[in-house]
């Protein structure tokens, strides 16, 4: 399987700061078996991240953004990737939510969204590093099955 990883920060973009929370997906993802072709960091501007994913979907199987779901006027990363998804997957990311709840209840302000476009599952997570470490934990709860689900599998 292969996964990309989109960082969105303008400040990890400047190189102000460490992008740690796209470079733990990445290790994680590393880690359970995944090829990860493609990681970028990109500024909080909705038209380059919507260029993006649009470029990365159907090149992998997934991609993970990092980033710009809070209230922040500069967060866009939901609002870019409802542009482009054919079917929202809002179970996702509510279980992420609610599984975050289960640690902090900031994790109410995450405006995260998930779906599909082709053949490919898009899925936000928050920028901080915390937030990721709880949203990897839940989404690779559910992931499999969603995979398989993707390639007509079934419920099985």
Do not use: Q
């Not at 102000?16 to 880690?31: A, F, P, Q, W």
């Not at 909705?46 to 992998?60: F, G, M, P, T, Y």
């Not at 482009?84 to 289960?102: D, M, N, Q, T, V």
């Not at 920028?127 to 470490?133: D, E, F, H, I, T």
Request: glycine share 8%; hydrophobic share 40%; net charge neutral.
């Amino acid at each position: 399987m292969k996964a990309a990883v989109l960082t969105v920060s303008d400040s990890c973009f400047k190189g102000t700061r460490i992008d740690e929370s796209g470079e733990y997906i990445k290790r994680v993802l590393l880690e359970n078996g995944w090829e990860v072709p493609f990681k970028e960091i990109l500024p909080d501007e909705k038209k380059l991240i919507e260029d993006k994913l649009k470029e990365w979907v159907n090149r992998v199987d997934l991609i993970l953004t990092t980033g710009g779901t809070g209230l922040s006027p500069r967060d866009v990363t939901p609002e870019a990737t409802l542009e482009i998804l054919e079917k929202r997957a809002s179970g996702i990311s509510e279980f992420i939510r609610w599984e975050g709840l289960k640690k902090t209840s900031r994790a109410s302000l995450s405006r995260a969204e998930a779906g599909l476009k082709g053949s490919t599952l898009i899925v936000n997570l928050p920028g901080s590093l915390n937030a990721v470490k709880d949203g990897m934990e839940a989404l690779f709860k559910i992931l499999p099955h969603a995979l398989e689900m993707m390639a007509g599998k079934g419920h099985e």
